[in-house]
């Protein structure tokens, strides 16, 4: 089994940026698919970004491209999004996701992947 904990999340001021935190632990793999979703209030749950394990593949909804970065460090088994320019409609609450099936692939879909952190709320007023 993988736990993973979300951290970062708060208010910010449109224009602004936070950076949120997915620590992984228990039956980590650097070789997992991980990726970034969020749900808003009466929304389902949308893809935001993943990234494969080396780190060297990104892909990013057409939403938060160009103003959201995903990253990773295996050595610390956490992964990153940094969220810069941020507007009201980023309000939500972010989840993060990891992928453990094999051959690795890019999956945007939420039912691809295995697990799933707790969530942090992102609250970005006008």
């Known amino acids: 089994q993988v736990q993973l904990v979300e951290s970062g999340g708060g208010l910010v001021q449109a224009g602004g940026s936070l950076r949120l935190s997915c620590a992984a632990s228990g039956r980590t793999s650097s070789r997992y698919v991980m990726g970034w979703f969020r749900q808003a209030p009466g929304k389902e749950r949308e893809f935001v970004a993943v990234?494969?394990?080396?780190?060297?593949?990104?892909y990013y909804a057409d939403s938060v491209k160009g103003r959201f970065t995903i990253s990773r460090d295996n050595a610390k088994n956490t992964m990153y999004l940094q969220m810069n320019s941020l507007k009201p409609e980023d309000t939500a609450v972010y989840y993060c996701?990891?992928?453990?099936?094999?051959?690795?692939?890019?999956?945007?879909?939420?039912?691809?992947?295995?697990?799933w952190g707790q969530g942090t709320q992102v609250t970005v007023s006008s």
């Open positions: 990234v494969t394990w080396s780190g060297s593949s990104t």
């Open positions: 996701a990891a992928d453990s099936k094999y051959p690795a692939q890019i999956v945007t879909t939420p039912r691809g992947y295995d697990y």
